[in-house]
Nanobody
Framework: QVQLVESGGGLVQAGGSLRLSCAASGLTFTRYNMGWFRQAPGEERELVSS????????HYARSVKGRFTISRDNAKNIVYLQMNSLKPEDTARYYC????????????WGQGTQVTVSS
């Protein structure tokens, strides 16, 4: 059974930092590209950042580029999202997701972790 478990969310003031973690189990982690998505109330889910299976390639949404950094530890089956210079508009529920290298679809999703940035 595949599980993705996010942690690290919380309440932070604008300008602060948080590091999200996503621990994966039940899958061959090195066969999966991983992504962080977020969804705020009343808004569509958006891809924040992604990283390929061997960490040689990353992608960032324009809104977070230069502030967020995605990384992964394939020995521990964990993907991270370091979030710096947080803004109130970063407030959302953040989800970790995985898709097989050969697939276009994110197949597995975590339950999410809430990030709230106060002004």
């Amino acid at each position: 059974q595949v599980q993705l478990v996010e942690s690290g969310g919380g309440l932070v003031q604008a300008g602060g930092s948080l590091r999200l973690s996503c621990a994966a189990s039940g899958l061959t982690f090195t066969r999966y590209n991983m992504g962080w998505f977020r969804q705020a109330p009343g808004e569509e889910r958006e891809l924040v950042s992604s990283i390929n299976s061997d960490a040689t390639g990353t992608h960032y949404a324009r809104s977070v580029k230069g502030r967020f950094t995605i990384s992964r530890d394939n020995a521990k089956n964990i993907v991270y999202l370091q979030m710096n210079s947080l803004k109130p508009e970063d407030t959302a529920r953040y989800y970790c997701a995985g898709r097989e290298v050969a697939s276009d679809l994110y197949e597995y999703w975590g339950q999410g972790t809430q990030v709230t940035v106060s002004s």
